[in-house]
């Protein structure tokens, strides 16, 4: 079997995402201040869905507090621009995307259908996941924790913090850490990632 390398050093991808959510956010801000919401159109709903089927991308570029957006762009660096580093921007986008969509579809078959999902936490779990199949010796620091702990680790106990206060869509998560410990399988078996 020959190995390829598709490593890059290029993360104008990760830095143009969030800017993107930093962008959607400050519209959806100032849409707020003049008693204009735009969740409801960027949004997905499920019952809304077929009406409006690019809320199924558009969501991940929506987050719904200066939090959720900063611990969400905070980790989509960190996972991503080790990612993009180990698999070039090609696979990064399907993994980043693929996960993400695939989380708001899991979300739409278990969710509430009148519930509106925004967030990019789907797309990010895709990124946790597929580090946590090409790496899976990489140790990492987590808040409070005094020493590094393995990253497979850091991802579950990630998720199911996450996935179930109040108020969180578990199932987007599900679907996008699904995506990616699938795509990172796939990735595992053609590119030479190194040992941690």
Do not use: E
């Not at 921007?89 to 999902?117: E, H, K, Q, T, W």
């Not at 797309?123 to 199949?133: E, H, K, N, P, S």
Request: net charge positive; proline share 6%; charged share 5%.
């Amino acid at each position: 079997m020959s190995y390829r390398s598709y490593r890059s050093d290029n993360i104008a991808p990760i830095l143009a995402i969030i800017a993107l959510c930093f962008l959607v956010y400050i519209a959806t801000m100032v849409a707020g201040m003049m008693d204009h919401n735009l969740v409801p159109l960027l949004g997905l709903r499920t019952a809304s869905f077929l009406a409006q089927p690019w809320t199924i991308v558009t969501n991940l570029f929506v987050h719904g507090s200066i939090w959720h957006l900063i611990f969400n762009m905070l980790t989509l660096y960190f996972f991503g621009t080790f990612l993009i580093r180990l698999i070039g921007i090609r696979d990064f986008l399907i993994i980043y995307f693929g996960g993400g969509i695939l989380g708001n579809i899991f979300f739409m078959l278990l969710g509430s259908p009148f519930a509106i999902v925004i967030g990019a936490s789907g797309a990010i779990f895709a990124l946790g996941g597929t580090l946590t199949v090409l790496t899976p010796k990489l140790r990492v620091y987590v808040f409070p924790i005094p020493a590094p702990i393995p990253l497979w680790v850091a991802v579950l106990i990630g998720f199911f913090i996450m996935s179930f206060l109040p108020g969180i869509a578990w199932q987007g998560h599900l679907g996008g850490l699904v995506f990616g410990l699938i795509y990172g399988i796939v990735l595992r078996r053609r590119v030479r990632t190194p040992l941690y």
